[in-house]
């Protein structure tokens, strides 16, 4: 394997990470590839332009809203913010994110599980 | 759903999706130059970064795209593309599914007319037929409409319905006199809630008053139909109140019928409609209404709230069942509900299977278009494997392959079924017009919605069935011989599955034609069957001068001046008078006593049909006089009991003796038989000899005239019209037809079966003709570098066509193998219909085979012969 970066994890990850950075703060698109690149200390090289169908989806969805508007440097920027329904749904997806990384964590790991 | 919306927004989506991105991009590029790139590298780097940018808006705008059905119009706009490029094989295709599809389309246009349609009444769900049933019988002769009496019993007594109608099933003939002429027109006689029960509101107008029927011929009054009132009366809406003319009494018209109501039964179209009381004016049958064995009269009851069809059924027989058991005589009889339908539910079982097996023959022509449609869709997907390859080594998937292929067989279906409708639209007017012009009967068969659901869903699934295989067969392979060579690929297997294709057709046809033979020859089976009358150059009209209100003496008059006049004129041989004509519809029965012979137990004497007739009856009709003679002037003025009987009922009861001068009881009166007649046809074409007896004709007012004519039919008929005219300008003949029109309705069904068979059998052999020689020809091409190699190495012209015509007769035989078997089965179906020869004829099996084979050989020999044509040179150049 030559290309280690692969460029979505698994379908609905990256929209899961932009909940989450728009459950701190509403941002732009341009913010928000910069948020993830650095909480993620860049070990995720996502494409930035993915990131433009995801949040359409999320859109589509009504899990997050945008609006026009001009950023604190003075740029002209669409902000996105996340809505009721994306935060329940950003819940819902990180708890059974969670239990299937314990899962996948468990059967990778199998000499850690007798050890709890 | 929020797609609505969509649609007007996403313009605005998209623009606002583009400035995004592209402003994504610019503080990109100005955080890159801040971090001390030039702006070109700063631009490229954030290009870099950014991603595929068409690729990214095209996933973002997907995300809000209707998925399904844009990249169907997609599809379709492909494929609009691939069938222009190819038109001959487009029109190939859409012909031969219109052939298919336009047959099936026509036959379910007259089944949709007789069996789906309802009639245009209000909530003919709580409406139910009634019937008597005789619940010994078995079949449509256990049904029987009602007797006046009868139906009036059920209508007072019921206690299940909250509306009982009755109706006279047979359209009347009547004579409308205007302007000092008459003219033909249909009359029907119903109860006065008709209109009321059934739910239909007058166009204007009213309809009958309750008891109008009962209140006796007073001042009648007529309701007429729409299409009369348009037609005849110049739609003038003044004309309520006024009086038309009908049989010579005067009717005060009191409403128009909506337009979309022509009746309750199928092939009946009244112009007007009058009152049940009007019967003895009307019909001139003065003891019709009080008898209780005349069953003439249809009726239709609207269920009270919450009563079953079952509820009132039985209701129903117990009142009918007490009225029967009060006569000993009588079968015991009860009576049955059904739903209201335009072909009343006894009579639909005959219909379904006529229109039924109809069906099944255009079955077969679809399968056979679709077979060949199959073929040339496999043909053009091996010359478009390149291109298919190309497209999945470029990542289509196969799924995606297959949906583009089947929307391109959806949509040649699809204009096959377009052309399957409007090859309707023209045949339905031709094929309405097979049915004589003298049975009073309209047939209406619109092409409504059903019939347009039923050629849209067929064509889905033709394009289904011819599309799917190809698709899928044309999608498995490997890639890489197909983009690397093409000419090899063509291997057994698929040609296997094309062979295959052709040997169904095959099959199919021979089934079609075997059953075209069939019945084509059981029509001229049927045409010279020897009705025992002359079947041409007779000239018939049927009259009723009764009906304008003639005494017995004038009808005497009418008839006599009428034959005088009728025979002076030029080329007139002969000419006679009768109440009925061999193979009418009607039917008398008389009791005889024979000593010798005791009647059934049941029966008041040995059932004999009877006709009355005139003197030189048995002349003018051609009927032989094999013993004795003709009935004289004398017989009939004499009224002493004369009879001529025919040749069937004289060896039946005094065989090896002269019937001449032998005396029998017709009912109480003695008769002495004077004549004796060849035996004819009388019931059906098909019928075993029949005892028949005639008696002569005294006066009556409904008679059949009949002249024998040499100076043609047509003409004379034109000059009984003008007799007839003179005499009384308002008798109307209620039919004047040649004897080969009258007989036009016994071989009705034969004749029907016949063409249509005839037609379906020969765009049935077209098509597997087409697809035969499509395999063929595409094999020869398939096969150019072999055949060269082979004339190469020295096989002459002849071993090439031989070669090409054993591959081709090796389908068609096994198609003609498998085609005998079937057909065996198959035309047993047929057995009802066929006069004088049986289902399995061998004859018919052996020659249709070998017509099949020889078209077949033909088919096969013209690519054949382009193969012997080949140039080996040219051809292994090119390899």
């Known amino acids: ?116 | 759903m929020n797609w609505l919306p969509n649609i007007f927004r996403r313009r605005a989506l998209y623009n606002d999706l583009a400035e995004e991105m592209r402003l994504h991009l610019e503080e990109r590029t100005e955080q890159l130059m801040r971090e001390g790139m030039s702006r070109k590298e700063a631009e490229q780097a954030a290009r870099r970064a950014f991603g595929n940018r068409t690729v990214m808006e095209e996933r973002s705008r997907e995300v809000w795209q209707w998925p399904t059905l844009e990249s169907i119009w997609a599809d379709v706009r492909y494929a609009v593309r691939q069938l222009k490029n190819s038109p001959g094989f487009s029109i190939t295709v859409i012909m031969s599914l219109t052939l298919g599809l336009g047959a099936n389309t026509t036959i379910f246009t007259f089944v949709n007319a007789l069996l789906l349609r309802p009639p245009a009444v209000a909530a003919t769900a709580r409406l139910v037929e009634v019937m008597e049933r005789n619940p010994k019988s078995s079949g449509i002769e256990a049904y029987m409409p009602f007797s006046y009496p009868g139906y009036v019993n059920l209508r007072d007594h019921n206690h299940t319905l909250s509306g009982f109608a009755a109706f006279d099933g047979d359209p009347r003939t009547v004579s409308w006199s205007h302007d000092g002429q008459g003219q033909m027109v249909y009359g029907q006689l119903v109860s006065s809630n008709f209109f009321s029960v059934l739910g239909v509101e007058p166009s204007f107008g009213r309809f009958f008053q309750a008891n109008e029927d009962q209140s006796g011929p007073g001042a009648p009054t007529a309701v007429i139909s729409h299409s009369f009132w348009q037609r005849q009366l110049g739609s003038d809406r003044s004309v309520i109140g006024h009086a038309l003319v009908f049989n010579g009494a005067s009717y005060t018209v009191v409403g128009v019928a909506p337009p979309s109501f022509t009746g309750i039964l199928i092939g009946s179209r009244p112009d007007f409609w009058t009152t049940l009381a009007m019967t003895p004016t009307l019909i001139h049958d003065p003891d019709r209404m009080g008898s209780d064995t005349s069953y003439w009269l249809f009726s239709i009851g609207r269920l009270k709230q919450g009563v079953s069809k079952n509820d009132a059924q039985a209701d129903l027989s117990v009142l009918t069942r007490s009225i029967h058991s009060s006569d000993p005589h009588e079968a015991i009889m009860d009576a049955s509900a059904f739903p209201v339908q335009l072909v009343p539910s006894p009579f639909r079982g005959y219909v379904a299977a006529f229109t039924g097996l109809l069906m099944a023959a255009v079955g077969l022509v679809l399968l056979i278009a679709c077979a060949n449609a199959a073929n040339l869709v496999l043909a053009r997907a091996i010359a478009r494997r390149r291109e298919l390859a190309v497209r999945s080594a470029l990542g289509a998937s196969r799924f995606r392959i297959i949906r583009q292929a089947l929307t391109e067989s959806l949509m040649l279906a699809m204009m096959g079924g377009a052309g399957g409708l409007l090859l309707a639209y023209w045949s339905i007017p031709a094929l309405l017009s097979l049915k004589p012009a003298t049975i009073p009967v309209s047939i209406e068969a619109p092409l409504d919605w059903r019939v347009f659901s039923f050629a849209f869903v067929a064509s889905i699934l033709t394009g289904l069935v011819f599309g799917l295989g190809a698709a899928l067969r044309s999608t498995r392979r490997d890639l890489l011989p197909a983009l690397k060579d093409e000419r090899q690929l063509a291997g057994p297997r698929r040609s296997r599955l094309r062979g295959s294709i052709v040997i169904a057709q095959i099959t199919v046809c021979l089934v079609l034609l075997i059953s075209a033979g069939l019945c084509v020859q059981s029509l001229f089976n049927a045409r010279s069957i020897d009705p025992g009358f002359s079947t041409h150059d007779i000239a018939i009209a049927h009259l009723d001068p009764g009906s304008l209100g003639y005494t017995e003496a004038q009808d005497r008059q009418f008839y006599l001046q009428l034959l005088e006049r009728v025979r002076a004129l030029p080329g007139v041989n002969a000419a006679s008078l009768s109440d009925y004509l061999p193979l009418g519809t009607s039917r008398t029965v008389h009791g005889i006593h024979i000593e010798g012979f005791s009647p059934p137990p049941e029966l008041d004497g040995i059932h004999v049909q009877v006709a009355y007739v005139a003197p030189d009856f048995f002349n003018t009709m051609g009927i032989t006089v094999l013993n004795g003679r003709e009935f004289s002037s004398q017989d009939i003025q004499s009224g002493a009991g004369k009879v001529v009987v025919n040749q069937a009922m004289a060896t039946h009861f005094w065989p090896g003796r002269n019937p001449i001068g032998q005396h029998f009881k017709d009912g109480k009166e003695s008769v002495e038989i004077v004549g004796v007649v060849k035996t004819g046809k009388y019931r059906s074409l098909g019928e075993d000899p029949l005892d028949f007896m005639y008696l002569p004709l005294g006066a009556q007012s409904q008679e059949f005239l009949v002249v024998r004519t040499g100076a043609g039919e047509e003409a004379a008929l034109g000059e009984i019209r003008g007799v007839i005219q003179s005499l009384d300008p308002n008798v109307v003949p209620m039919e004047m037809e040649s004897i080969s029109q009258y007989m036009a309705l016994p071989l009705f069904a034969a004749h029907t079966t016949g063409v249509l068979l005839a037609i379906f059998g020969s765009v049935a052999l077209l098509l597997a003709t087409i697809g035969l020689s499509g395999v063929v020809s595409y094999s020869v091409s398939q096969r150019t570098n072999e055949i060269g190699v082979r004339m190469a190495l020295g096989a002459d012209r002849l071993d090439v066509v031989k070669l090409i015509l054993k591959q081709g007769m090796l389908l068609t035989g096994i198609g003609i193998l498998c085609g005998l078997v079937l057909s065996f089965a198959a035309t047993r179906v047929l057995s009802g219909l066929l006069y004088g020869i049986k289902p399995g004829d061998p004859a018919t099996f052996a020659a249709i085979s070998l017509f099949l084979a020889a078209v077949a050989l033909v088919s096969c020999y013209l690519p054949a012969r382009r193969a012997a044509s080949i140039d080996p040179m040219k051809s292994l150049r090119t390899e």
């Open chain 1, 1 to 116: 394997m030559t290309n280690s970066a692969p460029r979505d994890l698994f379908p609905g990850a990256l929209e899961m990470m932009i909940l989450e950075s728009l459950r701190r703060q509403p941002a732009h698109g341009y913010a928000l590839v910069q948020h993830i690149q650095q909480r993620s200390n860049n070990l995720l090289q996502v494409e930035e332009g993915s990131l433009y169908p995801a949040l359409q989806r999320l859109l589509k969805a009504r899990l997050v809203k945008a609006e026009w508007g001009v950023s604190a440097t003075n740029r002209r920027v669409r902000t996105y913010q996340i809505t009721a329904a994306g935060l329940r749904h950003l819940e819902e997806q990180i708890s059974s994110f969670e239990q299937m990384f314990e899962g996948i964590a468990l059967v990778l790991n199998p000499g850690k599980s007798t050890a709890n």
